[in-house]
């Protein structure tokens, strides 16, 4: 592969930049929460930060963890219909223009941002506008999206001033060596430290009683995800009446979330002759509440990708391990958390370790040693702030010529 543009390493401190970030809305998912983590990084490092979202939800899915200085837009205050977030794009954007012509950064997430991004790109060069640089962040490496959604995605690519990549596969790897002159990086996902020390014994209890876990249960296994289709949840099921039937009924299990499959699920506990012991408390609006009443937490791992919830889990010294979605996947030295694509394995890993307090306690600090040095949110917006410095000054030579 063509060796790619060296990135200056320039400090979060040394310039104020206004950013703004575009996503579909504040909700629930992996790249919106990318994007909140990054803004309040940015937010507290004295940039000027602005959230523009398609359309509004409740501010409690994640509006409400946004730093108090970021400014946030909506383009439709209602959700509107798949085809309604395009035609109100436009109008949005030309009315708005000088404005987003005065960003230093529009940095643009999911396929809606894509779509977004093109359209500043274009009115910028119309206009022989100066600014904003178009950044792009695609979270979906790894995912299994339908085949002309990753074409767009990379049609739409081609044309950024930067381009960022959260982890790597061959499909992204091939489109990069194809294009050797697209400014690009790989930045792995960040996260802050889940504030544990706010969730005391009392907290902790009453979380597990709400959710149904008797108070004389001492091992839980347990994720944090949506219950959607796509997520794949059914996946957990047969590991957990694995584990119950090396462990006994002591074992529970908690699956935090909310989506459609929720009825299915429970049909596949009552299937398995786990009812009792696999409890559904709903949407976590955070994350920790539920990982501090894990003893091992369990994920979904396309390849070495993991989910934010997981890092969460990793940060806060819950040693995880997965389930592996690629079939000939094998574990390697980017595989900080082990994975397999056989649920008995997984489910055998999983005794293993829930019969060992010492296994679970060196996975767990080396799990987080990793995080902390590959997944803390300073790490993160560091090699962003970088790759923004490259996008800026390519734009402004680009100016110049």
């Not at 320039?10 to 703004?20: G, L």
């Not at 509006?63 to 109008?91: G, H, N």
């Not at 219950?227 to 002591?250: C, H, K, N, S, V």
């Not at 501090?292 to 369990?298: G, Q």
Request: glycine residues 6%; aromatic residues 6%.
């Amino acid at each position: 592969m063509p060796r790619r543009p060296r990135l200056p390493a320039i400090s979060m401190a040394t310039e104020r930049m206004k950013i703004a970030h575009i996503l579909p809305a504040l909700s629930k998912g992996g790249g919106e929460r990318v994007a909140v983590e990054l803004a309040n990084h940015q937010a507290r490092a004295g940039h000027e930060v602005s959230v523009i979202a398609a359309w509004a939800v409740a501010p409690a899915l994640l509006q409400d963890s946004l730093d108090p200085s970021i400014k946030v837009s909506f383009i439709s205050m209602a959700a509107p219909s798949r085809l309604e977030r395009y035609l109100a794009m436009p109008a949005w954007i030309w009315r708005h223009r000088r404005w987003l012509a005065g960003q230093t950064i529009l940095h643009c997430h999911l396929t809606y941002g894509a779509i977004f991004g093109t359209a500043v790109s274009l009115l910028r060069t119309l206009s022989g506008a100066g600014a904003p640089a178009v950044v792009e962040t695609c979270h979906a490496v790894g995912m299994p999206i339908p085949s002309l959604q990753r074409w767009l995605y990379a049609r739409l690519a081609a044309g950024r001033d930067a381009f960022a990549l959260m982890a790597e596969d061959s499909y992204w790897r091939n489109f990069l060596a194809a294009h050797p002159r697209l400014l690009s990086a790989f930045i792995p996902n960040g996260v802050s430290v889940p504030n544990l020390a706010g969730i005391d014994v009392t907290a902790r209890l009453a979380y597990r009683r709400q959710a149904g876990i008797p108070d004389n249960c001492r091992l839980v296994v347990g994720t944090v995800g949506m219950l959607r289709p796509d997520r794949q949840p059914w996946l957990y099921i047969p590991i957990f009446a694995e584990i119950t039937q090396a462990l006994g009924r002591d074992v529970h299990f908690l699956m935090a979330g909310s989506g459609s499959e929720l009825s299915r699920l429970q049909a596949l506990v009552s299937e398995h002759g786990l009812s009792g012991q696999v409890h559904f408390p709903g949407l976590a609006v955070n994350a920790a509440l539920p990982i501090s009443a894990m003893n091992l937490y369990l994920t979904l791992n396309v390849g070495a990708i993991t989910g934010m919830a997981a890092l969460e889990a990793a940060l806060a010294h819950v040693p995880v391990i997965g389930i592996q979605l690629l079939p000939q996947h094998q574990n390697g030295l980017k595989d900080w958390i082990w994975s397999s694509p056989d649920p008995l394995e997984v489910a055998k890993r999983a005794t293993e370790l829930l019969r060992s307090e010492m296994a679970r306690q060196a996975m767990a600090d080396s799990q987080a040693a990793y995080a902390r040095q590959y997944h803390s949110v300073e790490a993160m917006a560091g090699s962003y702030n970088a790759l923004y410095a490259a996008a800026v000054e390519r734009l402004q030579v680009k100016a110049q010529a």
